[in-house]
Nanobody
Framework: QVQLEESGGGLVQPGGSLRLSCAAS????????MAWFRQAPGKEREFVGA?????????HYADSVKGRFTISRDNAKNMVTLQMNRLNPEDTALYYC??????????????????WGQGTQVTVSS
């Protein structure tokens, strides 16, 4: 049973940066596709980005965050991070870390992930 715990959320002004962390226990992050999703109030949860366990650690991002957000994986600490730059109010959401072993076609879908964290709130406001 993999357990995931997110941290690093908070309030930031537009244009600012935040770094989210996801610490894993009960399994190695190298053995899973690791992803970030987010859910804004009144909206469905959406894919933010992921790093695959296979295929040379390839990274995938939603178009809305590409070029602003970066996922990293620290194998020694068994965690993944999400560096978020140039934040705007539309990035306000509850951010979730997820782990799974799905095939590539399910990488951007919730059904591709078996384990989820509780989420960390990110609020972008002046």
């Amino acid at each position: 049973q993999v357990q995931l715990e997110e941290s690093g959320g908070g309030l930031v002004q537009p244009g600012g940066s935040l770094r989210l962390s996801c610490a894993a226990s009960g399994g190695a992050v190298t053995q899973y596709n690791m992803a970030w999703f987010r859910q804004a109030p009144g909206k469905e949860r959406e894919f933010v980005g992921a790093v695959r366990r296979l295929g040379g650690n390839t990274y995938h991002y939603a178009d809305s965050v590409k070029g602003r957000f970066t996922i990293s994986r620290d194998n020694a600490k068994n965690m993944v991070t999400l560096q978020m730059n140039r934040l705007n109010p539309e990035d306000t959401a509850l951010y979730y870390c997820a782990a799974g072993k799905s095939i590539l076609s399910a990488l951007r879908t919730e059904s591709g992930y078996k384990y989820w964290g509780q989420g960390t709130q990110v609020t972008v406001s002046s």
